[in-house]
C-alpha cells in the first residue's frame, strides 16, 4: 500500500493526470514523443480502474468485518450478563461444597479473551445441567433448567456470530491484499509517468499543470 500519500490522494492523482493527458490532443501530442501513446495512457487508466474498484470492495469487506464483530460484542455482553448472575448465586448456593464448585469453576477470575470465557462459560452450564444436585441446589434460588438452557443458547449466539466474524475477517484481509497490491502497481506507473510529463510538457508549464503537476519555482 502506498505509504508517501493517502489513498484517496493517490486516486484522486491518477484520474487527474490520465484523464486530462486522454482528453487533451495537444497533451497527447507532447507525451507521445516520449512513448507515452494514448494506448500506453489506457493501460495506466486500467491500474486506475482496477485500483479503485478494489479500494471500494476493501471498504465494503472492512465494513463487514466491524458489523461482524458488533454481532460478537453485543452477544459477548449479553451473555456475559446472565452468566454473571448465575455465577453469582451458584457461588452462594455451593460455597461449603468445593466438589461442585471444581465442577462449574466458580473459583478464580473469568478469562479475558472470548475463547477462554466460552470455555468458562460452557464448562459451568454444560456441567450444571448435567448434574441433578447442581439443578435442584440452583432452583432454591431460582434458576432453573430453563434459565439454563437459555444461557447456554447465548453462547451458541455467539459461538455462530464469531464464525461469520472469522469469514469476514479473512474476506477483508483479502480485498486488503489484493487493493494494496493494486495500488503499489498503480502508483508506480503514475511515479514513471508523471516523471516523463515534466519533461515532455515542461515548456508549457499550464499542459503540466493540466496534468496535477505543479512546477516548483527555483530556488
Do not use: H
Not at 494506448?39 to 476493501?58: E, H, R
Amino acid at each position: 500500500m502506498p505509504i508517501d500519500r493517502s489513498i484517496d490522494t493517490l486516486l484522486g492523482e491518477a484520474q487527474l493526470a490520465i484523464d486530462n493527458a486522454l482528453n487533451n490532443p495537444q497533451i497527447l501530442k507532447y507525451l507521445s514523443d516520449f512513448g507515452y501513446t494514448s494506448a500506453k495512457i489506457q493501460q495506466g487508466k486500467k491500474l486506475y480502474t482496477v485500483a479503485a474498484a478494489a479500494q471500494l470492495t476493501q471498504q465494503a469487506e472492512a465494513g463487514g468485518q466491524i458489523s461482524a464483530t458488533t454481532e460478537v460484542n453485543d452477544a459477548w455482553e449479553t451473555a456475559k450478563k446472565s452468566y454473571s448472575r448465575m455465577m453469582k448465586i451458584a457461588r452462594v448456593a455451593f460455597k461449603r461444597n468445593s466438589g461442585i464448585a471444581t465442577q462449574l469453576d466458580l473459583n478464580g477470575t473469568r478469562k479475558k479473551s472470548l475463547f477462554g470465557w466460552l470455555a468458562q462459560a460452557n464448562q459451568f452450564y454444560q456441567n450444571a445441567l448435567g448434574n441433578q444436585a447442581v439443578l435442584a441446589g440452583l432452583k432454591e434460588f431460582g434458576i432453573t433448567e430453563q434459565k439454563l438452557r437459555a444461557g447456554l443458547a447465548e453462547l451458541a449466539v455467539i459461538e455462530k456470530a464469531n464464525l461469520v466474524q472469522e469469514k469476514e475477517k479473512g474476506e477483508a484481509q483479502a480485498a486488503t491484499q489484493k487493493r494494496d497490491k493494486a495500488l503499489d502497481e498503480l502508483q508506480d506507473w503514475l511515479s514513471d509517468y508523471l516523471a516523463i510529463a515534466k519533461v515532455a510538457l515542461e515548456d508549457d508549464p499550464q499542459l503540466l499543470e493540466g496534468l496535477g503537476v505543479l512546477q516548483r519555482s527555483p530556488a
